[in-house]
């Protein structure tokens, strides 16, 4: 048995299934973790959602900046037509787009492996959290995702946030600043105020503001995290750190690594055109 995670797949179905042939993936004894970004731009998110939902129990997958809009999408679209990005629409128009959606809502925004002692998000953590934060501000954002007051969260999405954590944080606040830190960070400041949309190298922000994984108060540095979302970062593998967003959908690679021996597989991403 054995544990790959895949990064940022976006879309890209024809690099996924040969990602999968490469290394030989089997359902029955391995297991495929994905760190969010499932979906958009790549072309293929249809084909993408049905593939890893007909895995079952041999996927894990957290959310991404974008399976979280196209989750919006789907509240904002009751008529799936209505929606104006051609991509999303092929899945909202889907027979099965209640099977889909509804699978996707229950997936994670953080999880995390005590036999591997690896935590995988989609974007990054701030310095203050420990690991058991990180898992119990993901459930609270997850519990609103999967409620009927979702559409709540959604209306918010697009509303002005604040940037810095405070513990004392309540409502639609607090919950949007969690799926920002979870599923968008990319830099921040020691004391966890985040840089907003952000998405050049790493040295390319400003003072305070650093890469997350740099501050040296980090309470997560001793857990490797495993994250995609920053494709100007590419792929990175450091002490307890590994980035696998290597732009498959930008004509990159797409990137998996296997837990046990920490070996690297790439495979050619989505064609430019």
């Known amino acids: 048995m ?36 499932l979906v958009n731009r790549g072309g293929k998110s249809l ?38 990005k051609r991509e999303f629409r092929k899945i909202l128009t889907a027979k099965d787009r209640v099977e889909l959606i509804t699978w996707l809502q229950h997936q994670p925004l953080a999880h995390c492996s005590r036999k591997h002692n690896v935590l995988m998000v989609h974007a990054g953590v701030i310095p203050q959290w420990t690991v058991q934060d990180t898992l119990d501000h993901a459930a609270e954002v997850e519990r609103k995702l999967r409620s009927p007051k979702a559409g709540k969260f959604f209306s918010k999405l697009r509303k002005n946030a604040p940037r810095r954590w405070h513990d004392d944080l309540t409502g639609w606040r607090r919950r949007r600043l969690i799926s920002d830190i979870l599923t968008r960070v990319r830099f921040c400041d020691s004391n966890g105020k985040i840089l907003p949309n952000p998405s050049g190298p790493p040295r ?44 498959c959908a930008y004509g990159g690679q797409l990137t998996a690594l296997r837990l046990e021996d920490r070996e690297v597989f790439q495979v050619q991403g989505r064609k430019r055109r």
């Open 47 to 84: 084909e993408v959602l049905r593939l890893l939902h007909s895995l079952g129990d041999s996927l894990v997958a957290v959310l991404g900046n974008h399976d979280l809009f196209l989750l919006q999408e789907n509240w904002k679209y009751p008529d799936g037509n209505a929606c104006p």
């Open 2 to 37: 054995a544990t790959y995670v895949v990064g940022d797949i976006q879309g890209c179905y024809k690099p996924l299934r040969n990602l999968l042939d490469t290394i030989r993936f089997d359902p029955d004894r391995d297991q495929l973790w994905c760190c969010g970004d």
């Open 204 to 247: 390319s922000a400003k003072k305070p503001y650093k890469a997350w994984f740099k501050h040296n108060n980090r309470m997560t540095s001793e857990t490797t995290i495993v994250f995609g979302h920053w494709a100007r970062l590419g792929f990175y593998k450091k002490r307890n750190l590994v980035c696998l967003d290597s732009g």
